[in-house]
Nanobody, 116 residues
């Protein structure tokens, strides 16, 4: 089992920055890809960015150039640096640990609110 735990959310003004953290515990050696997702009020959960065990990254067009995903293997943490935040970035941000055939694990989310 893997348990991702998100942190770093909060209230920020438009144009500001936040850095989210996803710390994983458990069978972390089996994690192939770690991803960040967002669920805005009244909307479906959407993909934002991901990073593989090897360090390859991918991001959604809507956040490219503003959000950056990175990892620190020493403490089993994946980060999402968010810059130039917009009010439409408001939502609950989730971390997903994908272990392939062994399944996926979701964190409980962290709230990000961007005020105008």
């Amino acid at each position: 089992q893997v348990q991702p735990v998100e942190s770093g959310g909060g209230l920020v003004q438009a144009g500001g920055s936040l850095r989210l953290s996803c710390a994983a515990s458990g069978s972390i050696d089996g994690i192939l890809v770690t991803g960040w997702y967002r669920q805005a009020p009244g909307k479906q959960r959407e993909f934002l960015a991901s990073i593989t065990r090897g360090g390859s990254t991918n991001s959604a067009g809507s956040v490219k150039g503003r959000f950056t995903i990175s990892r620190e293997n020493a403490n089993n943490t994946v980060y999402l640096q968010m810059n130039s935040l917009k009010t439409e970035d408001t939502g609950v941000y989730y971390c997903k640990a994908d272990r392939g055939l062994r399944g996926v694990s979701w964190g409980r989310g962290t709230q990000v609110t961007v005020s105008s």
